[in-house]
């Protein structure tokens, strides 16, 4: 028999599940109510569309697409990608740009492309669970940093003393892995300010930007900001940025496409690091999704995916502000894009026993909020999705929420009381 714990690799070995995917198995019954997946809106997939583009090519480049394709990406493809970006003034050229099989396998290839075992990578606290594992998988370390109270981006002083006491301490920084555009998870957006910090920062430390950006074009209210990938290339433009962008949230993740924008000597240095995982990310659906983007409807559907979810945050929130106990402070974000808000609870509410609490008794999930943590971890708080649910299955998995948030602050203060009463009471 063979012991296969001795035979994993030391990374295999550090390799941890995603509390997230374990709790997506608990919630597909279909009599609970999830707030947990970070599921786009099934109605806002443009299926007829993409059937009539899938017809194209199987009646236009049917032998093209179903051979192999180079790893670079497809030149139609990336030529409606070139137009994409430049319409939101990121100037591109191909060699800039990559295609890949979606943002998690981007975030695996960054990590596997800088990361020797114990190297160090700057991270929000929280931050997505997904880049945490990438970055665990190669034995490397995490410095977790604070955002501000206002929630504008990182605290940048607490930013200067984590990296000098890691430097001190003999430790290797080899990138900072951000997601400026209403983060994951808890839809806090940076202001420009904070963006242009950080890139002087990374310049004066000669670090290296991971600017992840999956719901960048998700805004559905206030006033767009410019990404830190554009605010270097319009000013010093020293192409130390990596902006990872994704189909995903502004069409579908079941196609599993998405695009690095890198300098060409990171990207050439990428293209070997994805011939080993997958030699090239699926020809037909790039084809497939060339085809569709020449048709200009993305931008129509980005628009009406933008409406349904500002109407959906804006429920859940009316929601939170109608339902949740008033007695305690319990706060949530009001996100301007995205799919997710955080909510805060008490610190003796801990989200990691509530959750089964929450699916049991009232069939309602969500995530806790240690699972964005990779130290240290805030047990009072959970992330709750607004894309999936509509807006009446959002009110009602409120409610809810509402309900058992309220036995945990009745037990709470019933227990406080017993502690306390005076003896013979
Ligand atoms: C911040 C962030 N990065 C990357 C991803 C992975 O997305 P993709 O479907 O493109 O692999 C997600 C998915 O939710 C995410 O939230």
């Not at 805030?378 to 009110?395: K, L, V």
């Amino acid at each position: 028999m063979v012991d296969f714990d001795s035979v994993f690799s030391a990374n295999a070995r550090n390799m941890k599940k995603s509390v997230i995917r374990e709790l997506l198995k608990l919630t597909v019954q279909p009599e609970i109510i999830s707030f947990a997946g970070g599921l786009p809106a099934p109605e806002t997939f443009p299926v007829a569309d993409l059937k009539v583009a899938a017809d194209v090519v199987f009646d236009k480049h049917a032998t093209k697409a179903l051979q192999y394709g180079t790893t670079e990406g497809d030149n139609d493809l990336k030529a409606e990608l070139i137009k994409f970006e430049e319409r939101q003034g990121v100037s591109l050229k191909s060699e800039n740009l990559l295609v890949v099989s979606a943002s998690q396998q981007a975030l695996d290839m960054v990590a596997k492309l800088f990361l020797d075992p114990g190297d160090y990578v700057i991270a929000g606290r929280p931050t997505y669970v997904g880049a945490i594992q990438a970055i665990q998988s190669y034995s490397a370390k995490i410095l977790g940093i604070p955002f501000t109270p206002e929630q504008d981006g990182f605290d940048m002083d607490a930013l200067e003393r984590s990296y000098a006491k890691t430097l001190h301490g003999g430790g290797k920084v080899k990138y900072i892995y951000v997601i400026p555009d209403f983060q994951n998870p808890a839809g806090f957006c940076w202001s420009l300010a904070k963006r242009k910090a950080l890139l002087d920062f990374s310049y004066k430390h000669d670090l290296i930007i991971v600017e992840d950006s999956p719901y960048r074009e998700i805004r559905f209210m206030g006033e767009h900001i410019p990404s830190i990938y554009q605010i270097d290339q319009h000013g010093e433009n020293r192409g130390t940025v990596i902006n990872l962008k994704t189909f995903s949230k502004i069409l579908s993740p079941g196609l599993r496409v998405g695009w690095i924008m890198a300098s060409d000597t990171i990207i050439s240095k990428l293209v070997i690091a994805k011939q080993a995982m997958d030699l090239c990310t699926s020809v037909f659906t790039q084809k497939w999704l060339a085809e569709y983007m020449k048709t200009g409807k993305l931008y129509d559907v980005i628009k009406n995916t933008c409406e349904n979810y500002r109407e959906k945050r804006n429920v859940m929130v009316a929601c939170l502000e109608e339902f949740m106990p008033k007695r305690w402070e319990i706060k949530w974000t009001k996100p301007e894009g995205g799919l997710f808000l955080w909510i805060s609870l008490p610190k003796f509410i801990n989200t990691d026993e509530l959750i089964l609490k929450a699916v049991q008794k009232e069939k309602v999930a969500f995530v806790v909020g240690s699972a964005f943590y990779f130290d240290q971890p805030e047990h009072n708080a959970m992330r709750i999705n607004f894309s999936y649910c509509s807006p009446d299955t959002i009110r009602e998995g409120v409610k809810r929420l509402a309900r058992v948030i309220e036995a945990e602050l009745v037990a709470y203060e019933a227990g406080h009381r017993a502690q306390t009463a005076p003896e013979g009471v």
